[in-house]
């Protein structure tokens, strides 16, 4: 089990940066792929980024390629999403989410754990 809580959104202007951070509970942290998604107001959720269990392996959406880096402390249970040159259309939920597993997890139905979610708004 592991419970995970994010932090780190709010307002920003475009081209503006934030850092989202996700903290889990657990002391088998480091066994759990993480990955970052959103979800827009009246759009799907969508998979933003995902970290493999050592931090070595990573996945980036096409529309945040360049922009956002994903990265992970095991030492403090901590994933951390790096948010630079923001858009407008960024503008939406961020969830972490965790998974037991060894390899990068892309799709959202296989993590069974997920936090509440923190708004990140970027105006125009």
């Known amino acids: 089990q592991v419970q995970l809580v994010e932090s780190g959104g709010g307002l920003v202007q475009a081209g503006g940066s934030l850092r989202l951070s996700c903290a889990a509970s657990g002391r088998t942290f480091s066994s759990y792929s993480m990955g970052w998604f959103r979800q827009a107001l009246g759009k799907e959720r969508e998979l933003v980024a995902a970290?493999?269990?050592?931090?070595?392996?990573?996945y980036y959406a096409d529309s945040v390629k360049g922009r956002f880096t994903i990265s992970r402390d095991n030492a403090k249970n901590t994933v951390y999403l790096e948010m630079n040159s923001l858009k407008p259309e960024d503008t939406a939920v961020y969830y972490c989410?965790?998974?037991?597993?060894?390899?990068?997890?892309?799709?959202?139905?296989?993590?069974?754990?997920w936090g509440q979610g923190t708004q990140v708004t970027v105006s125009s």
């Open positions: 989410a965790a998974e037991a597993s060894w390899g990068i997890v892309a799709l959202g139905t296989e993590y069974n754990y």
């Open positions: 970290i493999d269990w050592s931090g070595h392996q990573t």
